[in-house]
């Protein structure tokens, strides 16, 4: 299975040795603007419901460690580079994201101002000012949680399929020769 190459090396990376099994304590960071962007509990709650329906039999789970909700106007709308590092510096030392992931959730934009599903770093040689996942608020109110999916393969390490970017292909495999897995599915 595609998802459970991507946990030992997951494993190998953070745990620095492959187990058979995996728990993955994640932290979640609501980044908010007053009432805006504020995300139910709840939606956090189905999102990592259905991570680990996604991920069922890879020998992966995830486990909510904690949500975190940080009202910070600056910080939920920003798309410039040198701000969204420095939030994620804050928020996230290199000593938690050993131990943790660390998924980001913010109204997402890219540098244009368009909107962004999600992005996430894939695993580092050495710890990275951002290490983690970023989702966007509005997919959470939506039940969507494919981007999440996504994301959070990336960050196992996995790649895509084909050359398309994120968005056009929501196909990953390890690059290993294995079929694509197509994350809208199941």
């Known amino acids: 299975h595609i998802l459970a190459q991507g946990a ?11 187990p058979l099994a995996a728990e993955v304590a994640t932290l979640f960071f609501v980044i908010h603007d007053g009432d805006v962007g504020k995300v ?3 939606d956090v709650d189905w999102q990592v419901e259905a991570l680990n329906r996604a991920f069922l039999g890879t020998g992966i789970a ?33 000593a938690l994201t050993k131990e943790h992931l660390c998924v980001v959730i913010k109204d997402l934009r890219d540098d244009s101002g368009a909107h962004l599903q999600g992005s996430a770093s894939f695993p580092p040689t050495e710890p990275q000012a951002t290490d983690g996942v970023y989702l966007d608020q509005a997919l959470l109110a939506a039940r969507n ?9 990336h960050w196992l390490g996995l790649t895509h399929s084909t050359p398309p970017a994120c968005g056009q292909d929501l ?16």
């Not at 949680?145 to 393969?153: D, F, G, R, T």
């Not at 196909?171 to 199941?186: H, V």
């Open 145 to 153: 949680s494919v981007p999440l999916v996504h994301e959070v393969a």
């Open 62 to 94: 995830f486990i909510k460690a904690q949500t975190v909700y940080r009202d910070h106007p600056q910080w939920y709308s920003a798309a410039d580079g040198a701000v969204l590092d420095a939030m994620h510096a804050e928020l996230t030392p290199p």
């Open 8 to 18: 030992d090396m997951f494993a190998k990376e953070h745990n620095d040795e492959a």
């Open 171 to 186: 196909s990953l495999d390890p690059g290993l020769g294995s079929p694509p897995l197509p994350l809208g599915a199941g």
């Open 40 to 42: 139910a509990e709840a």
